[in-house]
């Protein structure tokens, strides 16, 4: 398995630009998490889907963030407008089954966002 | 609600000498343990867990780390570091209850001295 897949590994963006991130979870996971990380903050947890279905998004920073997972084999994270403290690397993750609170997960590698 | 706390930002260590990466949780309820690594550029990948059983455990690249359920601590070691430990170690850890969610501590950043 090519591991969970992240595009494009960077993104360099004007403040009030539309940004859409985009991931491609292990085939067979059924759950997807994205992160954000910055140096301020570390990694924060924005939201999560299980089977499609988003389960928790109360780390979404504001209206501006919106994500997506039409199916099980991709989703989106969507930032309109963008700012420049939307600056940071957002990450993907996926896990099986509950994994967790066994696995662990598995990252992709990130997406670098500029906001300038 | 679980959270850790990596007392650590940075560790500098020369090449060959040992290192703990010192890890500390708060938690109602039993926990897993993960620590995890992140090279630059990269993401993040899964060094090792304590699920339960044996508290020393043995992850990849000689590292282990040692479940402390009275001090609710996680300390992860390396007898004898390299150069290519140079990276950044999170420690994490998720509840029992079937609730899917890590959480992350805020990072020790090992670098390793020639």
């Known amino acids: 398995d090519a591991g969970v897949i992240q595009s494009p590994r960077h993104e360099v963006t004007e403040m009030g630009q539309e940004v859409t991130l985009r991931c491609k979870p292990i085939?067979?996971?059924?759950?997807l998490f994205w992160y954000r990380q910055t140096m301020m903050r570390g990694l924060e947890l924005l939201i999560y889907?299980?089977?499609?279905?988003?389960?928790?998004d109360s780390g979404m920073p504001e209206d501006r963030f919106s994500a997506k997972m039409p199916n099980a084999s991709f989703s989106t994270l969507k930032i309109q407008p963008s700012e420049p403290r939307d600056s940071a690397v957002y990450f993907c993750?996926?896990?099986?089954?509950?994994?967790?609170?066994?696995?662990?997960?598995?990252f992709g590698s990130g997406t670098r966002l500029t906001v300038v | 609600a679980q959270s850790v706390t990596q007392l650590d930002s940075q560790v500098p260590v020369f090449e060959e000498a040992p290192v703990e990466l010192r890890c500390n949780y708060s938690?109602?309820?039993?926990?897993?343990l993960f620590w995890y690594v992140q090279y630059p550029n990269q993401g993040l990948q899964l060094l090792l867990k304590?699920?339960?059983?044996?508290?020393l455990v043995k992850g990849i690249n000689g590292f282990e780390a040692e479940f402390n359920k009275s001090q609710t601590s996680f300390h992860l070691r390396k007898p004898s570091v390299h150069i290519s430990d140079t990276a950044e170690y999170f420690c994490?850890?998720?509840?029992?209850?079937?609730?899917?969610?890590?959480?992350f501590g805020t990072g020790t950043r090992l670098t390793v001295i020639p």
């Open positions: 993750a996926s896990s099986f089954r509950g994994g967790a609170s066994i696995y662990g997960y598995t």
């Open positions: 085939s067979g996971h059924d759950y």
């Open positions: 889907f299980n089977n499609n279905v988003p389960i928790d």
């Open positions: 938690s109602s309820v039993s926990v897993y």
């Open positions: 304590y699920l339960s059983g044996s508290t």
């Open positions: 994490a850890v998720s509840d029992r209850t079937g609730a899917n969610n890590l959480f």
